[in-house]
C-alpha cells in the first residue's frame, strides 16, 4: 500500500478506537456554523467515524480507489487531491446544514471516499469494479454515476437520515473541478 493511503488507513482506524475510548472530543466533528463550528473542523472531522462497519469501509474506499492514485499521480499530488475533496465535502455540508437549519455535526472520510472514486473512474474508465451489496460487476465510470445518483436522490428525499449525502457529492465536485484545473494547466 502506497505511503498516504497507508497513513490516511492507520490514521482513520486509530483514531476511531481512540474516539471510542473517550479520547478524541466532539470539537474535532465538523458543527455546523455557528453551532460550535471551529475553522480545524474542515479536516479533523474526515478523520471520526460512528462506528466500525463506518470507518472500515471508507478505509475499504480509500484503499481500493486510492492506492492505484497515488501510484499514477505521487504521493504529494495524491495528497492535495484527497485533502481537497475533504474540504469541498465540509464546504458543501456546512452550506447544507446552514440552509436547513441542522444542528447535527459531521463525521467521516465519505467525501474523501468520493472524491477519490471519482477520480479512479476518470483514469481507469476501463476497469471493472464489484459492488459489495449486491455482487454486481460494472466499469467503473458507471459504478461512480450510478453511485453519485443514489446519493443525489437519499440526499433530495432525505431517506437515511443522520448521512451527509450533499457532503459525499461535495466531495465528488471538488474532485472534478480540480481534476479540470489540472488538466487545463497541462493544457490539451
Known amino acids: 500500500m502506497p505511503p498516504v493511503t497507508l497513513g ?3 490514521a482513520n482506524i486509530a483514531l476511531f478506537f481512540l474516539t471510542a475510548a473517550g479520547g478524541v472530543p466532539a470539537t474535532f466533528a465538523l458543527w455546523p456554523l455557528g453551532g460550535g463550528f471551529a475553522p480545524w473542523q474542515l479536516v ?3 478523520f471520526l467515524h460512528t462506528s466500525l462497519t463506518h470507518v472500515l469501509f471508507n478505509m475499504l474506499g480509500v484503499w481500493s480507489f486510492g492506492s492505484d492514485l497515488e501510484r499514477v499521480w505521487g504521493s504529494r499530488r495524491y495528497l492535495i487531491y484527497y485533502t481537497t475533496c475533504v474540504l469541498a465535502a465540509a464546504v458543501t455540508q456546512l452550506v447544507f446544514t446552514s440552509v436547513t437549519g441542522s444542528t447535527h455535526p459531521t463525521v467521516g472520510a465519505s467525501g474523501g471516499v468520493f472524491g477519490l472514486l471519482l477520480a479512479y473512474a476518470m483514469l481507469f474508465p476501463h476497469r ?3 459492488l459489495l451489496f449486491p455482487p454486481i460487476p460494472m466499469k467503473a465510470p458507471i459504478f461512480a454515476v450510478v453511485y453519485g445518483a443514489i446519493e443525489l436522490v437519499l440526499g433530495v428525499t ?3 437520515e443522520g448521512v451527509a449525502h ?3 457529492l461535495g466531495g465528488m465536485l471538488g474532485g472534478f473541478l480540480l481534476l479540470l484545473a489540472w488538466r487545463r494547466r497541462r493544457g490539451p
Do not use: D, W
Request: glycine residues 6%; without cysteine; neutral net charge.
Open 8 to 10: 490516511l488507513v492507520v
Open 158 to 160: 432525505g431517506t437515511q
Open 128 to 130: 471493472t469494479v464489484m
Open 44 to 46: 479533523t472531522y474526515a
Open 166 to 168: 450533499f457532503a459525499h
